[in-house]
């Protein structure tokens, strides 16, 4: 991996962020990405509608790099999926509402540390825990793996959802008939079709341990085995979730 942050290149990041009412953490997602040292982001911003002061705390960070729209949604993946049609750039991933790039500098390191003439299909890192403070608290508790395959999500969702980024022309809408776990789904899609998946060996975000999957966790859960036996078959899924109850019972979840 290079560690030369002047290389150059020239690929756009489209950065997506759904928000319903979230005036009180939406903020330090606006000011993290426009603080990014890369030049070439575009911050998408998909509202759904919000009777807080969500709109006009948008309408006081707007920029060159800021477009946004505020209209009702049928739900979280369905304002995802409209992201997705309002993004221009080579690549996307999504930020939540509370979340941020580790350091001013995470897009500029992920994109000097690729070659231009071979860009992969998706490019994912590790992630930080914050607290609504935006303090650290500790590490994921699943790591990321050193070589990453549409295989490894067998193991759980061992990469964040934020710190996946995929090449745009390879990306498909989520599918809503998941109201929970839409975004497994969708990495593992992704990853199927892509050809090269590269590890940046980087903390690219610091995650908001909240949300809509938190708040709903058992019908989350549900959603995921019922995605996970869709891709890798009944008996797989039934065996590694018994690993998974003697994993939780050695090594507890913080």
Known sequence: ??????????????????????????????????EQTYPAIEHIIVDGNSNDGTVALIHRYENERLKWISEPDKGL?????????????????????????????????IFASIDEDHSPDILYGETAIV?????????????????????????GMVVCHQAFIVKRELVEPYDLSYRFSADF?????????????YNTDLILVDYL??????????????ERY???EKHYGKVSTFLYHIWFVIRAIIKPEK
């Open 1 to 34: 991996m290079r560690d030369n942050l002047n290389h150059t290149n020239t690929k756009k990041l489209s950065v997506i962020t759904v928000t319903y009412n979230a005036e009180h953490t939406l903020e330090r997602t606006l000011k993290s990405v426009r």
């Open 131 to 155: 607290d609504d403070n935006g303090r650290f608290l500790h590490m994921r508790r699943l790591q990321a793996p050193k070589n990453l395959t549409w295989k490894s999500f067998k193991h």
């Open 209 to 222: 341990n909240t949300g809509m999957t938190t708040a709903n966790r058992k019908a989350s859960l549900r």
């Open 77 to 109: 993946y369905d304002a995802m999926n409209k992201g997705i049609k309002m993004a221009t750039g080579d690549y996307l991933c999504f930020l939540n509402a509370g979340d941020t790039f580790y350091d001013t500098d995470t897009v500029q390191k």
């Open 185 to 197: 789904d969708w990495c593992i899609r992704m990853m199927k079709k892509a050809k090269n998946i």
């Open 226 to 228: 019922r995605i996970m």
